[in-house]
């Protein structure tokens, strides 16, 4: 698969923002809100212009207890079809049991029992996809006192067993990491990143003590250092924001665009200078991650985008249009 770049999920909210927001190399579009059969003409406007669109499944519950169901799987095979999409993406999540939709998408008991479900399932998956298929983490406020794995750690076993590939979400990682203690700098040391296919940002805020993915908010600093510390370890693909709700501006979309550049191209930097063998600012672990509602300092999100934004541009991870 070519790398991708740096991209923007498509909302029809926001559909023209995303045509004319400058240095846009992909999309994502939720499967579920699209026919395939009758695509929107913004997402053929970008299709012509040769940008990619990933569709990205919410719904086939990859984590449920029974197989996925083959209705969903038809139209994510037809989504991926009609969009000539590289790749496509789902969570490791369930969604429903017993025949009730739980609307969210929750946390699997990471029991060596659920492995082989799962595995089974991403497996099944596969064979009725014309593509490869991407897992993602997923963010949780809970989780299961069973677990006999940490997440990172189910998720190596998963890409071992079936060959999936991962769409690592920072922002998870990071609300797991407030919600949960779950270390996000452990989950990158332990993740297979030699499988990642692309990576998820997104903003958030912290309502009395529980940190909400809300993808409505400006990218915290916070999620910005898990993307560098990432970056710092391997090469993306490709990195996405995720914007759900109350839309910005234009310039402040890409505004919060620059900003994620500015974070990749630190973790790049970092990861140049460790295979040389230099040590300033080398290889991970250089810079302690912030906590939730600590000052930024200097790294302002407007500072931290105008002192790099054009570096960032220039910045080159892979044979992409970075």
Same mark, same amino acid.
Request: glycine residues 4%; positive net charge.
């Given at each position: 698969m070519n790398p991708l770049g740096v991209g923007i999920g498509w909302r029809p909210e926001i559909d023209l923002t995303v045509e004319r927001l400058p240095d846009v190399d992909f999309v994502e579009v939720v499967a579920e809100? &699209? #026919?395939?059969?009758?695509?929107? =003409? /913004? +997402?053929? %406007? +970008? #299709? =012509?212009r040769g940008i990619p669109v990933v569709p990205h499944g919410v719904g086939l519950g990859l984590g449920d207890a029974t197989p996925p169901d083959p209705v969903r799987l038809a *139209?994510?095979? @037809?989504?991926?079809?009609?969009?000539?999409?590289p790749l496509v993406s789902e969570h490791l999540a369930f969604v429903r049991a017993g025949g009730m939709e739980a609307g969210h998408l929750l946390p699997v008991p990471r029991t060596r029992e659920t492995l082989a479900v799962v595995a089974d399932n991403i497996m099944r998956a596969q064979d009725a996809l014309p593509v490869p298929l991407a897992l993602e983490n997923v963010a949780a406020i809970f989780g299961w006192p069973e677990d006999e794995l940490t997440e990172a750690e189910f998720l190596g076993e998963l890409v071992e067993r079936t060959g999936v590939q991962l769409l690592v979400d920072v922002a998870n990682l990071y609300t797991n990491q407030v919600n949960l203690d779950l270390s996000a700098v452990e989950a990158l040391d332990v993740l297979p990143l030699? /499988? +990642? @296919?692309? %990576? *998820?940002v997104a903003g958030g805020h912290l309502h009395d003590g529980i940190w909400h993915d809300t993808h409505a908010h400006t990218v915290p600093e916070q999620v910005l250092d898990v993307l560098e510390e990432l970056c710092a370890r391997v090469t993306p693909p490709g990195v996405l924001l995720e914007w759900d709700d109350h839309y910005p501006s234009d310039a402040a979309l890409a505004t919060e665009l620059d900003r994620v550049r500015t974070a &990749?191209?630190?973790?790049?930097? #970092?990861?140049? /200078? /460790?295979?040389?063998?230099?040590t300033e600012n080398a290889g991970p672990h250089t810079r302690p991650l912030r906590e939730p509602g600590t000052p930024a300092t200097s790294e302002t999100p407007t500072g931290r985008a105008a002192s790099a934004a054009s570096a960032a541009r220039e910045a080159t991870l892979g044979e992409g249009p970075w």
């Open positions: 809100n &699209i #026919r395939p059969a009758a695509l929107p =003409e /913004s +997402l053929r %406007v +970008l #299709r =012509e *139209h994510l095979a @037809a989504c991926a079809k009609a969009l000539d999409a030699a /499988s +990642l @296919a692309y %990576v *998820h &990749i191209a630190a973790g790049a930097r #970092r990861l140049t /200078s /460790s295979q040389a063998g230099t």
